[in-house]
């Protein structure tokens, strides 16, 4: 069951790892827009350590608008960027887990 | 499996750059055919569970701005797998000098 | 494996020797690996000879339906992964290996006049290799990477592509498990033209998002800017 539909605005956790995991750093602690759901797949963490029961967790394409990802964004109001969060590395906005 | 690759520096590596001041790279070189067999290699060697290539790749962007900064970019892959395969245990600089020796005198017969 | 050693143009000593060491170590690693049973020649090979078949060919026949098909265009932006089936290729299996790099979902991301898309991998330079053949060089670049991310409009100027002002430039890092190819806009000056014909003017970098598809050119350019390591 997905926690989040399309359109809920989410914020990506800043949690610190050690396991080998695909969120960008530019993406730390931004909120953006679930654009669309993704197929659930093992989490990157558990394929790169081989766990064959590793969770099977939500996927989500979040949108951000530039200027909220990077402080100084030099083009314009109305760029976009996305990308794919596992459903353990967002918060509602709002609601951010340390 | 975890590794780390840190930033040591093997002999038998650094002794593959031979040029002082290497070229800049060109925006559409064309690959040398090694190149093809070292991206099969990397392949190999990732689907069969030796050098995962996200890895692999997270390693050529740091190895490539310290350890092999003076190496042209399209050479990094090579050396980092090499560096690789060097820390994990799964080939001795030894082995790698020697089997080095043993391939340039055969391409030097060829 | 057999080996071509003709290296054909005459570089510089100093050149030719850094070329025949990388050369010599990458024949090297191959050798020691496979005697060390890490992987057999024969995997090996299945690799090559799938990199040798692969290139843009089945992007570029996609565009060029899509442009051509309402109900293919449908399909392809509803399921690109099965709906790459229709020209031969199959992303849960594309060398015949299953490997871990190439089993993935594919979508397809389409211009409009109101936004013009671009694919990058920030991680590890990931590509949707059996639509589009290998990544060119300047695409695995940091520099492409870290750059088009922050400052997509620049990078993108770098190729000659200026998005008007009006246009949403949005940027896909293709960080997970999904790898993308930009569906362009077709372009004046095609009317009537055959599947064949338009295919041929869909390049590589135009499904990258780097550049546009025009009437009369069919390669593909490469950066204004040398691209550094």
Known sequence: MSRFEIGDRVTVREATTLFHHRTQAYTRGRTGVVVEHRPEWLIPEHEAWQLEDGRVEPFYVVRFHQRDLWPDYTGLELDTLETEVAEGWLDPAGEVTQ | MSMSIDDQRYPVLMATLRRADPAPPEPDRTPAPWEANLQATCECLSWRGTLDTLERRHAEDTLGATTYADFPAHARAAVVTAHALLEQGEISERELETKMNDVRARFQQA | ?229
């Open chain 3, 1 to 229: 494996m057999s080996h071509d050693h003709d290296h054909a143009h005459h570089a510089p000593i100093e050149a030719a020797d850094e070329v025949s060491e990388f050369d010599v170590l990458e024949t090297a690693i191959r050798e020691l690996a496979i005697e060390k049973g890490l992987f057999s020649r024969e995997d090996h090979r299945r690799f090559t000879e799938w990199a040798e078949r692969i290139g843009p060919h089945g992007g570029a026949r996609m565009v060029a339906r899509a442009w051509l098909d309402p109900e293919f265009k449908r399909r392809l932006l509803a399921d690109g992964t099965e709906t790459s089936k229709e020209v031969g290729i199959n992303w849960l299996d594309p060398t015949g290996t299953g490997t871990p790099s190439d089993n993935t979902y594919f979508y397809v991301l389409e211009n409009t006049p109101a936004v013009h898309n671009v694919i990058v991998c920030t991680l590890c330079s990931c590509y949707p290799r059996p639509v589009l053949g290998q990544a060119p060089e300047w695409y695995k670049t940091p520099h492409y990477r870290r750059r088009v991310v922050r400052w997509p409009r620049e990078v993108l100027a770098e190729f000659g592509l200026h998005v008007p002002l009006d246009v949403e430039v949005r940027v896909h890092d293709s960080n997970q498990k999904s790898r993308f190819m930009v569906l362009p806009m077709r372009p004046e000056g095609t009317e009537g033209w055959t599947e064949d014909q338009l295919a041929a003017i869909v390049t590589r970098d135009t499904m990258i998002g780097v550049a546009l598809p025009r009437a009369g050119w069919t390669g593909d350019r490469s950066p204004a800017a040398t691209p550094r390591a």
